[in-house]
DNA sequence: ACGACATATAGAAAAATGTCAATGTATTTT
DNA sequence: AAAATACATTGACATTTTTCTATATGTCGT
């Protein structure tokens, strides 16, 4: 994966509110409206956290009417897991010269 | 952990060039004189990055004389992976009224 | 002690991000 | 059909982040 797709997925988790929302949707799927009650922002701040979450992959949206219902998703939460597995993972293999001796 | 400390956390990883002094330094421990020569900034901004990442607590500096080594810390690591498990896993215990039904 | 080298810090400019008010688009309710 | 509701989009503004140049600090070699 690009460092450009990586940076977007790691987005998601460095802003306060965009945590602050992760966490309430630890409990289950949520529409925005609740989720609007919950964190202090207006409502097109909300939309926008949302957009950015959703092109993370990190939640989904399901529209159902005039409603729109968030959730975890979980396959993108593997991806990001899989991806910071990937990215701290030691090479063993390379070897490293050691660099700037005296 | 509070959502300030996990955004800090977070931030380590989203940057593009985090990412590739990261990657880079999967391959072992590398000194800022090395890492310069791969990525594409100048020496300020290449220390800046580095105070991100070990502020993070995802990249530890070693100085050794007039070189500062840095490689990726397994501890950090440890931590922002149970950081991203906790923040993602749902709550079965918490029953969720559905919400905004017709 | 002096010059060269490695890195950090300070300060400013540029770019990206977060926020809000206003408005648009569906959909539902009456 | 009109009003109300839920959410998205736009545009402006403030804050934060990234980046640079210039300079400071500390260490090494001579």
């Given at each position: 994966m690009d460092e450009k797709r990586i940076a977007a997925i790691f987005k998601a988790f460095c802003d306060e509110n965009r945590i602050r929302i992760i966490k309430l949707l630890r409990s289950g799927e949520?529409?925005?409206?609740?989720?609007?009650?919950?964190?202090?922002?207006?409502?097109?701040?909300?939309?926008?956290?949302?957009?950015?979450?959703?092109?993370?992959?990190?939640?989904?949206?399901?529209?159902?009417?005039k409603w729109t219902h968030y959730s975890i998703s979980e396959k993108g939460v593997e991806q990001a897991k899989e991806c910071l597995r990937q990215l701290t993972t030691l090479d063993v293999e390379s070897e490293n010269k050691p660099c700037c001796e005296k």
């Open positions: 949520k529409c925005a409206c609740k989720l609007l009650e919950e964190i202090n922002v207006t409502q097109p701040t909300l939309s926008h956290h949302m957009k950015i979450l959703c092109d993370a992959e990190i939640v989904v949206g399901r529209k159902e009417g």
